[in-house]
């Protein structure tokens, strides 16, 4: 989705906002034309979300969770079990902030529950800070994909 999205976006609205702006340019008197301001803007926003998205991508890197398979340790990529002080269990995988989808189950690695859990083990416990106070959860199970099983 998001890199369908992205490909919208640099293939299809750009060149089109780029042509309304070129034929409103056109049209004389650009301090009151509202397609020629409205088409500009745009583009700058366009221009500004493709230098951030290519920094980003010039600053990622590939992490492979499957380097950490059989370990019991919470670390990126991991699929971690927990309990939370009532007793619920709950289970979230770690990924990118990018790739995150909470509907899914997956929580960014800068999340405070994801915060919590990096680094402990199976069997222990950690503390949480939310809005209703400080909860322990304790970590059940940890994770990995085995090499060459989808991440």
């Known amino acids: 989705?998001?890199?369908?999205r992205c490909d919208a976006t640099l293939d299809v609205e750009r060149p089109k906002v780029v042509e309304t702006v070129s034929w409103a340019a056109k049209n004389g008197d650009r301090s009151e034309?509202?397609?020629?301001?409205?088409?500009?803007?745009?583009l700058r926003e366009i221009d500004r979300r493709i230098r951030h998205l290519t920094r980003r991508l010039d600053i990622a890197e590939v992490a492979d969770p499957s380097a950490h398979h059989g370990r019991d340790q919470v670390f990126f990529g991991a699929t971690v079990t927990y309990a939370d002080t009532g007793g619920q269990e709950h289970t979230v995988t770690i990924k990118g902030i990018d790739e995150s989808d909470s509907l899914r189950g997956e929580i960014s690695w800068i999340s405070p529950v994801a915060r919590a859990l990096l680094k402990a083990r199976e069997g222990d416990e950690v503390m949480l800070m939310t809005p209703a106070g400080l909860q322990r959860l304790?970590?059940?199970?940890?994770?990995y994909p085995a090499p060459g099983e989808p991440a």
């Not at 304790?138 to 994770?143: A, H, L, Y």
């Open 138 to 143: 304790e970590v059940i199970e940890v994770r």
């Open 33 to 42: 034309n509202g397609d020629y301001l409205y088409g500009k803007k745009r």
């Open 1 to 4: 989705m998001r890199q369908s």
